[in-house]
């Protein structure tokens, strides 16, 4: 293909398929942990700290990662002092965020002109450091995630269960809040501060309601993230349209398609068994029986 001959078009496609293996997975755990908004409120801290290192003239995408990582350990924080009402802290953390980079790019209106690529995501935008980072993350993410799949998953749906039988659940929780600070930080480039819970979340809500089973849906959200981010690069790359835009567009569309077909393939197997029930449930006397004497 003509865009793969393109430096950049192979990076982005390179980092891309590694943050959609990624967020896919997390977003899997989000959801059924139920804070799926957890990664909008990290996106927003870590363009907090894109603006840090733009207005102080450090490498933005590293002060960004840095203070999205930092924001992730003070949500698990905040979320263990208010226990009953845990959504607080994503709110609290996403307020602060936001309102530290709105006056920062108030600062020096400069910053402005380099914004749109941190906020929308730009194929160009990813560079051979930004390509290592996401690198790193994607093997700190994986071996997370592998070598603690067995207690994530007793975590995720019984917490209490996961403490009496002696399992770290503070420890766990707080590496899992920052592997998703890492993974939501890296994914800026690709799709951008506003819709990277896109790339997050769309995957793995289809994923959830088609897979038969919880580590079905890791697979199937891997392989949609998969395909809505190399469809999404290529239609922008032919379009000249925003890929972090394209990208989730796409996503959204397999997820209303996906939820469309399976509502239908269920209202056919309903209609299919009640028409079975009603032959098998007919009285004697209404079937029609052929004897010697029946003409055909």
Same mark, same amino acid.
């Given at each position: 293909m003509e865009m793969l001959h393109y430096d950049f078009m192979q990076r982005a496609f390179c980092a891309g398929g590694l943050i959609a293996l990624l967020a896919s997975v997390l977003g899997v755990y989000l959801m059924l942990r139920r804070q799926a908004l957890m990664a909008d409120m990290l996106s927003h801290v870590s363009l907090a700290g894109v603006a840090a290192g733009a207005y102080l003239h450090i490498n933005p995408t590293l002060t960004g990662f840095v203070v999205a990582t930092i924001g992730a350990i003070a949500v698990e924080y905040v979320r263990r002092s208010f226990k009953t009402y845990s959504e607080i802290s994503v709110a609290i953390i996403m307020v602060g965020g936001l309102s530290t980079a709105v006056v920062l790019m108030s600062l020096n209106q400069s910053i402005n002109k380099g914004f749109s690529a941190y906020l929308f995501g730009s194929v160009v935008a990813v560079n051979q450091t930004e390509l290592i980072l996401m690198f790193a993350v994607a093997l700190i993410g994986g071996t997370f995630f592998y070598v603690l799949r067995r207690p994530l998953y007793q975590i995720t749906f019984d917490e209490d269960t996961a403490k009496t039988s002696g !399992?770290? #659940?503070?420890?766990? *929780?707080?590496?899992?809040?920052?592997?998703?600070?890492?993974?939501?930080?890296? =994914?800026?480039?690709? #799709?951008?501060? %506003? +819709?990277?819970?896109?790339?997050?979340?769309?995957?793995?809500? $289809?994923?959830?309601?088609?897979?038969?089973?919880?580590?079905?849906?890791?697979?199937?959200?891997?392989?949609?993230?998969? %395909?809505? #981010?190399? *469809?999404?690069?290529?239609?922008?790359?032919?379009?000249?349209?925003?890929?972090?835009?394209?990208? =989730? %567009?796409?996503? !959204?569309?397999?997820? $209303?398609?996906?939820? *469309? !077909?399976?509502? =239908?393939? $269920?209202?056919?197997?309903?209609?299919?068994?009640? #028409?079975?029930?009603?032959?098998?449930?007919?009285?004697?006397?209404?079937?029609?029986?052929?004897?010697?004497? *029946?003409? +055909?």
């Amino acid at each position: 293909m003509e865009m793969l001959h393109y430096d950049f078009m192979q990076r982005a496609f390179c980092a891309g398929g590694l943050i959609a293996l990624l967020a896919s997975v997390l977003g899997v755990y989000l959801m059924l942990r139920r804070q799926a908004l957890m990664a909008d409120m990290l996106s927003h801290v870590s363009l907090a700290g894109v603006a840090a290192g733009a207005y102080l003239h450090i490498n933005p995408t590293l002060t960004g990662f840095v203070v999205a990582t930092i924001g992730a350990i003070a949500v698990e924080y905040v979320r263990r002092s208010f226990k009953t009402y845990s959504e607080i802290s994503v709110a609290i953390i996403m307020v602060g965020g936001l309102s530290t980079a709105v006056v920062l790019m108030s600062l020096n209106q400069s910053i402005n002109k380099g914004f749109s690529a941190y906020l929308f995501g730009s194929v160009v935008a990813v560079n051979q450091t930004e390509l290592i980072l996401m690198f790193a993350v994607a093997l700190i993410g994986g071996t997370f995630f592998y070598v603690l799949r067995r207690p994530l998953y007793q975590i995720t749906f019984d917490e209490d269960t996961a403490k009496t039988s002696g !399992l770290p #659940v503070s420890w766990i *929780s707080l590496g899992f809040s920052v592997v998703t600070g890492m993974i939501v930080s890296a =994914a800026m480039p690709i #799709v951008g501060v %506003l +819709l990277v819970s896109a790339l997050v979340v769309l995957p793995a809500a $289809l994923a959830i309601r088609i897979a038969p089973s919880f580590y079905a849906a890791l697979f199937i959200a891997m392989g949609i993230g998969l %395909l809505g #981010v190399f *469809s999404g690069l290529t239609v922008s790359f032919q379009l000249s349209t925003p890929p972090g835009g394209t990208i =989730a %567009l796409l996503l !959204l569309g397999f997820l $209303l398609v996906g939820l *469309s !077909l399976k509502k =239908a393939i $269920l209202k056919w197997g309903k209609s299919r068994n009640a #028409v079975t029930a009603d032959a098998d449930t007919a009285p004697i006397s209404s079937i029609p029986r052929l004897s010697k004497e *029946s003409s +055909l």
